[in-house]
């Protein structure tokens, strides 16, 4: 094994001395505040917008609304921002702009909205019957089926059929979306944090009709993500333009923490029927997965939720449906692990039940219908190591599980769960520049963003180890237009996508490092072959003979202006194979049965997802998202009043994620894995976490006191008794 | 009171008096953020439910949302831009650094002056370190690192 | 976040303090942890904020009788720290242990705390009916999502819980606040501090306008053993889903003194009565105990998602009980 090297984080000492500036922190002269408008209702449409009491309150700066908003040239990311219908309770239908913020809100609070209300809908079981099949899950079919699943499970040995639910949740990064934003005649500067820079730079263009090239996104520090940093913020972030280019004026536009509960995106409600068939020897034979979900009035979203069970586990007979209700409530958007989460949940709570009913153990049994293919598309996988990750299991000491409901620790009945995760592989085009100067300093340049996962200190490892020079060399520069375009931050997918765009990059400068040595007869290294060359250590080394030279001292002879170059990756498209990433995930609880309490004591979770460049950073990913799965399991819960649509308990004092308390020790074990037929040999460690530990802790559940618990969060109620 | 409209109120802040204008709504978080610049103090919640605007007024840790300016008068107020430096960091931002105890970075500047102020309050467990921190969220997930951090410097 | 506009005084001694907040609209601010955000989400609308944090209400210590004083603006955390309480009302300290963060308690006040508003969303949210908040508008709770609210004491107009910790342990620990006024100081058991709703939900207290905690004064724990017990969905850092505090003092092997209180069930800490009663002159043992636990929830009115809370604070009960019993 190569031992990889854990640079510590490069933005570190920025952000834990508060010299990190996160984009609504970004100074201007003159900013004006602005405050949105919300719907008191959550259906119908808003006939007037009356400023004139705001107009006359200290500090009005500007009201936009739809009408204003018509100067935008349509497109679907900005249709709420121009249209007066309301599609749920607490959507704005106008930005009030002022001095101050206090101004502001006091601004928007005092415009008078004339409004037509319609009967809403405010629950999926209340519009059952309108349930559709969406065009698209994610980015596949909402319908698959492969053999004859009715069949199988008619004729199975074993079947269960039930139905699993997984509650609202909401992304609630730590930063609250926000805008500030500055017009200089037709350009404009867009200081927001968010996942897609380029993304929301192409939206200001096409919405104000100026090229590309005049709108500048900036995302340089990002408080978080998860999901929702993206499009659905767009409509209040144009108002916010808008003001400023009306007004001449900066302006900043920060939503509340309320407002991230309705407005930017929540994790998909899902209602999942799921039918499993086996045959006497614990193999699958059968696979039924009906999902439901909720989706907004305002646009068709669903998760690909019943994917997993298209190609997780070997089994020749699978139906897969999605079918979604549109509801007077906000629109879901991904959040960490997509789809994959709330499926795992159903499909791995299923196997644990049908483990016992089959008198197998639970990790046998995903043994048994191992997947030595990709199910559905018969393509071999990239690398596999899924059987690898279920070896763990030996480390957590499954071996000597306790027979259910007997292990014991004072008030706590101990259980035991485990369940497979899973994530697929997705790439995007990206492109870097690297530059390195005389001096040897080297600057790096991506218009990619890091929203806390690393992007800064893996882009600059990359750089740094491809010239053989310390991270203390190493300049990275991300979340700007201005930048080469790098990808979106989601789906797990940004290592893997700028780690060949780099590494092409670093070959082009040693490269031309190499031309340039070569071609000087005062070097040492003079006619040495390109492939001859090592980079390490700050020297520029011959492999072949004892000679080597400083780098920084050939590129002060030989390129005083420095040396610049970049480097592209694209998709890898008609790939020959399916690439996913995979992990094994084992848990233990307590439950205290009298009190309902739950907690997790101890998680193990062994992951392959291919090449590793930093253990250090990507242990935090997968604790992170191992926590963020915690926390749909055991906590998370947005709730809607039914009479009014409106969200009851828009606080972290209602909305509960896990805290420092409730975290269990973590053993993560994160194995090597070489994948040839990746670019870079990278998968992807952001989603693994939070994909399968909500089933490994009902699992654990259901070991300790006998209760299956089929819904998210797992609460008190579920398990009294 | 120095007119009913808006007070000037003083402060020390990082060691330094200051005198500002605020209006008399005005929270210790406003004020430092907005009016002081002292943007390591971060807005995640604005209603005391998250710990990401962590200071110390007189040495004791507090949620500067939660605090009326006003009645800070002549308190003296830490800030996370009061602790260290990037080029000289306090040894629990270096602990940070060292356990990967930053993620997005947003809750860090809280759960530094939170944790510091716990040292301080005299922690004997890391047990005890979770429970004194879960006023601090953490939505990326980094607990368990900070938690390390705050344990090596509380020499637990 | 901001509410409406206010003025602000900062009292510079008590009668300042009585004159002002007496005035139509005025509030007191101490640590401010509740009315900030009450203001902030507009469930508060104060024309006038006194600052009542500086004046000299802030003592602990045990008198000559024996009682534990705790001024009014006595923090939390210093409280709780007390070397006095800890030995002597360790049930005080345990209850504010278990409250808030520490940000919170460094903060917050011992009359603060007692006079702390639900935490109903209803409530805490001006886009919804809530008869507390704006009489009249109606209880969106009632009909609505309701895990967190009343199963004792609720009326139509209101079934929202009183939220502080520290309440139901001096509920239980027989405490009295001492309540000052413009015209007289008066003394009011902090089992009888809080209404329930009826038909006028928006007063949540005996306090008069203007009034103002001096002080509470806790009796002797005379030789009984106590616990507070709290259960909620997280492990740190929230409002009780049920809790309990439990005071019993067994003398010669019978039970001479039981106290019960719940919380997260009532507009007010609850008394559990008919169970203390059952226990008064009984041996300690697992029938007591039971016996003491079912006549706990004696009269619950579960709303539509909070029926679980009847089986808990049964469990809840017996738990402590055998936490403080002794029984095998």
């Known amino acids: 094994m190569t031992r990889v090297e854990s640079p510590v984080r490069l933005e570190a000492a920025l952000k834990v001395t508060g010299r990190a500036v996160y984009e609504a922190e970004t100074p201007m002269t003159g900013m004006l505040h602005a405050a949105l408008v919300e719907a008191p209702i959550a259906n119908g449409r808003v006939l007037g917008v009356d400023g004139g009491p705001a107009r006359g309150l200290p500090g009005f700066a500007d009201l936009v609304s739809y009408a204003e908003a018509e100067v935008f040239k349509p497109s679907g990311s900005t249709a709420l921002a121009r249209e007066p219908r309301i599609h749920f309770a607490g959507q704005p239908v106008a930005l009030a702009v002022a001095g101050t913020l206090h101004e502001a809100e006091a601004c928007a609070r005092a415009v008078r909205l004339d409004l037509a209300a319609e009967p809403a809908v405010t629950a999926m079981d209340q519009a059952l019957e309108t349930a559709f099949a969406p065009d698209i899950v994610g980015r596949y079919p909402a319908t698959t089926l492969r053999g004859d699943p009715g069949a199988a499970l008619a004729e199975a040995s074993l079947v269960l059929r039930n139905r699993y639910e997984t509650a609202v949740n909401n992304h609630h990064p730590m930063e609250p979306h926000s805008v500030v934003c500055a017009w200089d005649g037709d350009r404009v500067v867009v200081h927001t944090g968010t996942q897609a820079i380029f993304a929301t730079q192409r939206l200001v263009a096409h919405a104000f009709q100026i090229p590309a090239d005049q709108v500048r996104v900036v995302s340089r520090f990002m408080g978080g993500g998860f999901g929702c940093k993206g499009q659905l913020w767009w409509p209040w972030m144009m108002w916010a333009i808008l003001a400023s280019r009306r007004t001449g004026r900066p302006v900043r536009l920060e939503l509340t923490r309320a407002q991230l509960f309705n407005l930017v995106g929540r994790r998909q409600e899902t209602v999942q029927d799921l039918a499993i068939g086996f045959d006497a020897e614990g193999r699958l034979t059968g696979i039924d997965h009906a999902v439901l979900g909720q989706t907004a009035t305002h646009g068709d979203y669903a998760d690909g939720t019943a994917r997993v069970s298209r190609w997780l ?28 989460a709330p499926g795992l949940f159903a499909l791995e709570s299923a196997l644990d039940e049908a483990a016992g009913r089959l008198g197998i153990d639970p990790v046998e049994l995903r043994v048994r219908n191992y997947a030595s293919k990709d ?55 990206c492109r870097v520049r690297v530059r390195v100067e005389p001096d040897a300093g080297l600057l790096v340049q991506c218009g990619t963003q890091d929203f806390g996962q690393g992007a800064y200190t893996a882009i600059g490892q990359l750089a740094a180890e491809g010239l053989g020079l310390p991270m203390d060399n190493v300049r990275v520069e991300l979340g700007d237009t201005d930048l080469p375009e790098g990808p979106f931050t989601g789906g797990s997918m940004v290592t893997a996508s700028f780690t060949p765009a780099v590494e092409t990059a670093m070959a082009r400068l040693r490269a031309m490092v190499a031309e340039r040595v070569a071609a000087d007869g005062a070097s040492p290294l003079a006619d040495a072959a390109p492939d001859d060359l090592v980079f390490e250590g700050g020297l520029v080394r011959s492999r072949s003979r004892n000679a080597a030279e400083g780098l920084a001292e050939i590129l002060a002879r030989l390129a005083p202006d420095g040396l610049e170059t970049e480097g592209a990756s694209a998709a890898p498209e008609n790939m020959a194979f399916s690439a996913n990433a995979y992990g094994a995930i084992f848990v233990e609880v307590g439950v205290d049965p009298d009190l309902g309490e739950i907690r997790v004591r101890r998680v193990c979770g062994a992951f392959a997802a291919g090449r590793i460049l930093n253990p250090l950073l990507a242990r935090s990913q997968y604790v992170g998202g191992l926590i963020g799965g915690i926390g749909m399991a055991l906590h998370e819960q947005v709730a809607t009043d039914r009479a009014s649509g409106r969200i009851v308990g828009d606080t972290f004092a209602d909305y509960l994620i896990p805290v420092h308390a409730d975290m269990p020790e973590f053993d993560v074990l994160m194995l090597d894995e070489d994948d040839p037929h990746l670019p870079g040999g990278v998968k992807g460690v952001g989603m693994l976490g939070t994909a399968g530990v909500q089933a490994a802790i009902a699992n654990a559940v259901f070991h300790a006191v006998g209760k299956r618990v089929r819904r998210l969060p797992i609460r008190i109620e579920d398990v009294i008794g | 009171m120095a007119d009913a409209g808006r007070p000037a109120l003083s402060l020390t802040v990082n060691g330094e008096a200051r005198r500002i204008d605020a209006p008399p709504t005005a929270t210790l978080l406003d004020v430092l953020r907005d009016t002081l610049r002292l943007t390591g103090v971060k807005k995640g919640c604005d209603m005391g439910a998250c710990g990401a605007c962590t200071v110390l007024a007189d040495g004791r840790r507090i949620k500067a949302c939660l605090a009326l300016a006003a009645s800070y008068e002549g ?17 629990l931002q270096a602990a940070f650094v060292r356990h990967d105890a930053v993620q997005c970075g947003y809750c860090t500047p809280g759960q530094i002056l939170s944790g510091l102020a716990l040292i301080g309050e005299g922690v004997d467990s890391v047990e005890a370190i979770r429970e004194g921190l879960s006023g601090n969220l953490c939505r990326c997930g980094a607990h368990p690192n900070i938690v390390a951090a705050v344990a090596e410097v509380a020499g637990l | 976040m901001s509410g409406v506009a206010f003025d602000y005084l900062r009292a510079g001694d008590v009668a300042e303090a009585l004159t002002a907040g007496a005035k139509p609209g005025a509030a007191y601010i101490a640590g401010g942890t509740d009315l900030m955000p009450l203001w902030k989400a507009r469930a508060a609308a104060p024309a006038l904020v006194v600052d009542i944090s500086r004046l000299p209400l802030d003592g602990i210590g045990v008198e000559r009788d024996g009682r534990l004083r705790l001024g009014g603006l006595a923090r939390l955390s210093d409280t709780a720290a007390h070397a006095a309480v800890t030995r002597g009302w360790p049930l005080v300290a345990e209850a504010i242990n278990a409250s808030a963060s520490g940000q919170v ?24 009916p809530c008869n507390k908040r704006a009489p009249g508008s109606g209880c969106g709770a009632r ?25 139901v342990a001096l509920a239980a620990l027989d405490a009295e606040v001492e309540v000052m006024g413009p015209d007289e100081t008066r003394r009011i058991s902090v089992a009888e501090l809080h209404r329930l709703p009826g038909d006028a939900p ?107 809370k009847v089986d808990l604070l049964r469990r809840v009960v017996k738990r402590a009980l055998e936490t403080v019993g002794g029984a095998a």
Not at chain 1, 327 to 334: A, G, K, R, S
Not at chain 3, 244 to 266: D, H, S
Request: hydrophobic letters at 40%.
């Open chain 1, 375 to 429: 199910p559905e598309t018969d393509r071999p996988w990239s690398s596999n190591s899924l059987l690898d990750c279920y070896a763990a299991a030996e480390r957590f000491g499954w071996s000597g599980r306790p027979a259910a409901g007997k292990a014991r620790d004072g008030r706590w009945r101990i259980g035991w769960g485990m369940a497979t995760s899973v994530y697929p592989v997705h790439h995007q085009p």
């Open chain 2, 75 to 91: 308190r003296a107020i830490t800030t996370i831009e009061g602790i260290g430096t990037p080029e000289a960091l306090h040894p």
């Open chain 3, 202 to 308: 928006h007063i949540d207290t005996e306090l008069a306008p203007g009034e103002l905690i001096a002080a509470v004064e806790v009796p002797p724990c005379g030789g009984a053993r106590s616990t507070y017990l709290k259960v909620r969905d997280r492990a740190s850092f929230e409002f009780a889903v049920v809790s309990l505090a439990a005071v019993l003092r067994v003398e010669g092997g019978r039970i001479a003194r039981a106290r019960l209180v719940a919380g997260g069930v009532a507009a007010r800490p609850w008394r559990l009565e008919a169970a203390e009663a059952a226990l008064v002159g009984a041996a300690p043992s697992d029938k007591a105990f039971d016996e003491a636990a079912a006549l706990a929830v004696d009269g619950a009115e579960p709303l539509a998602h909070n029926g679980f």
């Open chain 3, 105 to 128: 308690r460094n903060m917050g006040t011992i009359g603060g705390v007692l006079l702390q508003r639900t935490r109903c969303a209803y409530f805490r949210n001006d886009a919804l």
């Open chain 1, 313 to 340: 586990y070997a089994c020749p007979n699978v139906a897969t449906t999605h079918r979604i209700v549109r509801t007077n409530e906000p629109l879901p958007i991904p959040m960490r692990a997509p789809g994959v």
């Open chain 3, 143 to 167: 009909a609505g999502e309701n895990r967190g609210h009343a199963i004792f004491g609720a009326s139509e107009a209101c079934c929202a819980t009183h939220p502080s910790d520290l309440a």
